[in-house]
């Protein structure tokens, strides 16, 4: 089994910034994509940014050029690095990635959520 620990998520002020981590541990043989999402209240979860094997990153049009995806692949690790945050960033941030166990097969882990409140 693999599990996905969020971390690094709280209260900060407008324009304020926060680094997430997203820690993968377990039977992994290697990590393939990995996504981060959000999810505000009474709204749907949606993808802010995602990096695949090779450091390729996406963003959302709605963070672009205010958040970084980084890995260290060596501690199974994926960073969300947030600047200029807004109060509509509030929300539950979440990882999800897909993990190669063996050579052969890959399956799809979500985190537990982290959560992330921007508020004077």
């Known amino acids: 089994q693999v599990q996905l620990v969020e971390s690094g998520g709280g209260l900060v002020q407008p324009g304020g910034s926060l680094r997430l981590s997203c820690a993968a541990s377990?039977?992994?043989?290697?990590?393939?994509?990995v996504g981060w999402y959000r999810q505000a209240p009474g709204k749907q979860r949606k993808l802010v940014g995602s990096?695949?094997?090779?450091?390729?990153?996406n963003y959302a049009d709605s963070v672009k050029g205010r958040v970084t995806i980084s890995r260290d692949n060596g501690k199974n690790t994926v960073y969300l690095q947030m600047n200029s945050l807004r109060p509509e960033d509030t929300a539950v941030y979440y990882c999800?990635?897909?993990?190669?166990?063996?050579?052969?097969?890959?399956?799809?882990?979500w985190g537990q959520g982290t959560q992330v409140t921007v508020s004077s």
């Open positions: 999800n990635a897909w993990v190669q166990t063996d050579p052969r097969v890959a399956y799809n882990y």
């Open positions: 377990g039977r992994i043989f290697s990590i393939n994509e």
């Open positions: 990096v695949t094997s090779d450091g390729t990153t």
